[in-house]
């Protein structure tokens, strides 16, 4: 198990490795010149040209990688002298557009994304494998018919529909929450009901959508299993349908669930772009939305891009830790 | 003494959008402890059904039963089609266990099977998990699988076809049953391991005194193991005899094709292997008469149209040998000799 882990464990050094080193060459190809944006009204040659040596960005694109890595580790620093600018470890670059160290912006707008995705990701995996569960257990009968309904609801509903829909008719309608209070950040440890209040109707939209596929997925995962040959032998055994149904049954019919949502949590991590931007939440889908299409803030890009390629590929690992765990056959192979 | 099982005009029917597929229909027999029955025919005669009555397996919402399958246990008896669900499940894996025909997939891939032995063994039995795993070494040394104490924490995928059957009489073993239903236990299984799960559950009759309920179509394990042998046919019973009688005195046309479908080694050089034509009929659409007249080859053999007009009831041919048909068992035999 421990060699199966460390092997595992430098396999996504070198993915990340990697994928860092094709984020940097697809930015050196983009046709927009960094330094030129950065530049300003009175633009002129001479200081695209120094705004050039101080974002680093007049060596190779090799170096420029190298010079990333290096600050990952050790910090950076930007210009000289009186506009000396330093971004300690680990550092993600400088944000010209913002005046900021990536890393510091990064870091204000991932507990707003953590919290979105982790509040949904409970959310979703309570209503989903809950009422799978119950709709393969009561198969054709009320909870199964109106789990369809809810399949159907949740799967057609795009987020922007009913996240619009819960905002009106819910949250407004009765007073729940301020609308302007909505994006507050408030921390969880310190304040939670005002953490609730910021992010309960977000998680709920983004953990709609989610439910329903899972609800689908799980019921359709039990009664599969179900019908095994292995679950014929724990009733022949003795064993009380209640046993069966929790032991046998959902052990196997819910290890597949375990790598969706494993997968699914990484992708929310990246950012949630359309639920962040209904609820005002400043999230990093928000982020790099606006860096792509308003502030063309390549830093900025840079660094979100790596950062939810860094959860999916970390996700990934500690999925098939968890796999490995759950089933022994993953294990010896 | 009464005998330990005891089926009486056992049915069992499956309603469907096309009607009702009768399965079983009429299924009577008796087996007593320490004694082996077969149940031989071909697929969907409703050999598998028919046991499955027994160990009580069907969805009773989904399934009609009817008739009586009593246990007599030393201290009471208990009818399996007319109890409730939880005095039959209290059945399954200490009075009657079940063995099935593919080890490969009837065994919990994320369980060890010391686990799963020690699993059915503290059903019945007051027992920490220490007391189940040493229990089940002691079962799977038992059935003759080497290295017992290392092989116990190992999971099904680490075990060849022939271990995981062991694995799986282990298992149906650990309580002691009396009675061993085993649903084509060889199956799936190469021919030489085949022979060596025969031997191991004769030895496991032999030690514990129990009764064996095989199903099978393979009439050489049959012949190897059997005391008495029902041939079943479209769901029903359609001869009962003990081995010899069946193999010898054949009292029933589909139990002549079939013994005369077995390739032997001494016979039949060169010669094309005789089969029997057609198709069994429709379990929803059963013919008025015979089930088996349509493939029958002695047919012609019987006045009129008696065969597709009147099903046969199943008399007693011989001494403690039924079969369904309208000629008798010496006609019968004289054809068969004939056939050859």
Redesign the interface.
């Known amino acids: 198990m421990l060699k199966y882990i460390s092997r595992r464990l430098s396999y996504t050094f070198l993915v990340l490795t990697l994928i860092s080193l094709v984020v940097f060459l697809i930015f050196a190809l983009l046709p927009a010149d960094p330094a030129a944006l950065t530049c300003g009204k009175s633009c002129n040659p001479q200081v695209i040209e120094a705004n050039r040596r101080r974002l680093g960005l007049d060596v190779s694109v090799w170096q420029q990688w190298w010079r990333f890595i290096v600050g990952l580790f050790q910090g950076r620093t930007y210009g000289e002298a009186e506009a000396l600018i330093e971004c300690p470890a680990p550092a993600f670059g400088y944000s010209f557009n913002r005046h900021e160290c990536v890393t510091k912006i990064i870091a204000g707008a991932f507990p707003i994304t953590l919290s979105l995705a982790l509040g949904a990701f409970v959310m979703w995996l309570t209503i989903g494998v809950t009422l799978g569960v119950l709709a393969a257990r009561f198969k054709g009968k009320f909870v199964d018919r109106a789990s369809t309904v809810f399949v159907l609801i949740g799967t057609s509903l795009p987020t922007f529909i009913s996240g619009i829909l819960i905002l009106l008719f819910v949250v407004i309608k009765f007073n729940l929450v301020n609308p302007l209070e909505l994006g507050d950040w408030a921390n969880p440890f310190t304040d939670p009901i005002g953490w609730l209040k910021a992010f309960f109707f977000p998680c709920l939209t983004l953990a709609l959508a989610y439910a329903a596929s899972y609800t689908r997925f799980t019921r359709s995962n039990v009664l599969e299993t179900s019908s095994?040959?292995?679950i014929?032998?724990?009733?022949?055994?003795?064993?009380?349908e209640k046993v069966v149904l929790r032991k046998?049954t959902l052990?196997?019919a819910l290890?597949p669930i375990v790598t969706i949502a494993g997968l699914d949590f990484a992708a929310l991590l990246g950012g949630a772009i359309i639920t962040e931007g209904i609820y005002n939440l400043a999230g990093l889908g928000r982020l790099s939305i606006r860096a792509v299409l308003v502030d063309y803030d390549l830093p900025i890009i840079l660094a979100t891009t790596l950062f939810a390629a860094t959860f999916v590929v970390v996700m990934n690992l500690i999925v098939d830790i968890l796999y490995a765990l759950?089933?022994?056959?993953v294990r010896?192979g | 003494m009464k005998p330990f099982l005891e089926v009486k005009d056992l049915s069992v029917a499956f309603p469907t959008p096309d009607g009702l597929v009768k399965a079983a229909d009429g299924i009577s027999f008796e087996l007593n402890q320490g004694e082996t029955l077969a149940i031989v025919g071909e697929s969907g005669s409703g050999k598998s059904v028919t046991n499955l009555a027994i160990?009580g397996?069907h969805n009773r919402a989904k399934t009609q039963i009817s008739g009586s399958v009593n246990i007599n246990l030393p201290d009471r008896s208990i009818d399996v089609i007319s109890s409730t669900e939880?005095e039959v499940?209290?059945?399954?894996?200490?009075a009657i266990?079940?063995i099935?025909q593919?080890p490969m997939?009837?065994?919990?891939?994320?369980y060890?099977v010391g686990d799963q032995i020690s699993?059915?063994w503290r059903?019945?039995n007051k027992g920490s998990k220490s007391d189940g795993i040493k229990r089940a070494t002691e079962m799977i040394d038992l059935v003759g699988i080497p290295d017992a104490a290392k092989r116990v924490r190992e999971?099904p995928?680490?075990f060849s076809g022939g271990m995981r059957q062991r694995v799986?009489i282990a298992?149906a073993l650990v309580n002691n049953p009396k009675l061993i239903i085993a649903d084509e236990p060889t199956t799936a299984l190469d021919v030489t391991v085949q022979s060596q799960i025969i031997q191991l559950l004769r030895d496991m009759q032999k030690e514990f005194n129990m009764a064996i309920l095989l199903v099978t179509h393979d009439l050489g394990v049959v012949a190897e193991v059997a005391d008495r042998v029902c041939v079943m046919y479209a769901g029903k019973i359609v001869e009962q005899a003990k081995v010899d009688e069946i193999y010898y005195r054949p009292a029933q046309p589909y139990t002549v094709g079939l013994l005369q479908s077995i390739p032997r080694v001494d016979q039949l050089q060169g010669k094309r292997l005789n089969a029997i034509q057609g198709q069994p009929p429709s379990l929803i659409n059963l013919p008025k008469g015979c089930s088996f007249a349509e493939r029958c080859e002695f047919k012609k053999h019987v006045a009129g149209n008696l065969c597709t007009e009147v099903a046969p009831a199943l008399e007693e041919k011989a001494d403690q040998h039924f079969a369904r048909c309208h000629l008798s068992a010496a006609q019968i035999q004289d054809l068969a000799m004939a056939a050859k």
């Open positions: 095994e040959d292995y014929r032998t724990a009733r022949a055994k003795g064993l009380s046998h052990r196997a290890a759950i089933d022994p056959r010896v | 160990m397996l939880d499940r209290k059945l399954r894996g200490s266990s079940m099935f593919d997939s009837s065994l919990h891939p994320y060890s699993e059915a059903i019945y999971f995928h680490q799986m298992m």
